[in-house]
Every structure is written in structure tokens, then in C-alpha cells.
């Protein structure tokens, strides 16, 4: 009988050592998870930031672009608008001073 309850007593204890370990094990799997899931919020993070700054960066492209863009065009009729005064000044002149003397 004695034999029988060392036997048990010995079963329950690493029973218990099992259950401890098994907590053990599992709070250093979930500290292990906690970690991994700062990791990935943290690579998430890096990729969003580098996400942005790409799309920042083509939009200042697409914005200079267009703005290059506008400013040819503007030039362009400038020019247009200088060489039709260059070549119509004196008669601008002419017509100015006619009509204020009259003739």
C-alpha cells in the first residue's frame, strides 16, 4: 500500500512539474509573441512612412512637371504677346496720337 502511495505522490508531483513548466513555457511563448507583434507594428510602421514618402515624392514630380508645364505656356504667349507689340508699336502710336489731335 505504501508502495502504491509513494507511487501516487510521485505521479502528482511531476504532474505539478508538468503544469509548472507547461505555465513557464507558455508565458515565455506569449512573451515571445508580444515581442514579435512589436516587430511587426514596427516594420508595418517603416513601410507606411516609406509608402508616404514615395507618394510625396511623385506628387512634388508631377506637381513640378506641371508647373514647368505652365510656365512654358505662359512664356510662350508672353513672347507671342512681345512681338505682336514690337511689331504693331508704331502703329499703336500712330493711331493714339491721331485720335487725340483729331485727324
Known sequence: ????????????????EMVNEAHLQGEEILK???????DISADITKRQELRISKVDEMERKVAEEEIDKIRLQYEDKHDLLQNLYKSRKQQYIDEIFNNIIGR
Request: net charge neutral; hydrophobic share 35%; charged share 25%.
Open 1 to 16: 500500500m505504501d508502495d502504491i502511495l509513494s507511487s501516487i505522490i510521485s505521479i502528482e508531483k511531476r504532474a505539478q
Open 32 to 38: 515571445k509573441a508580444g515581442g514579435t507583434c512589436g
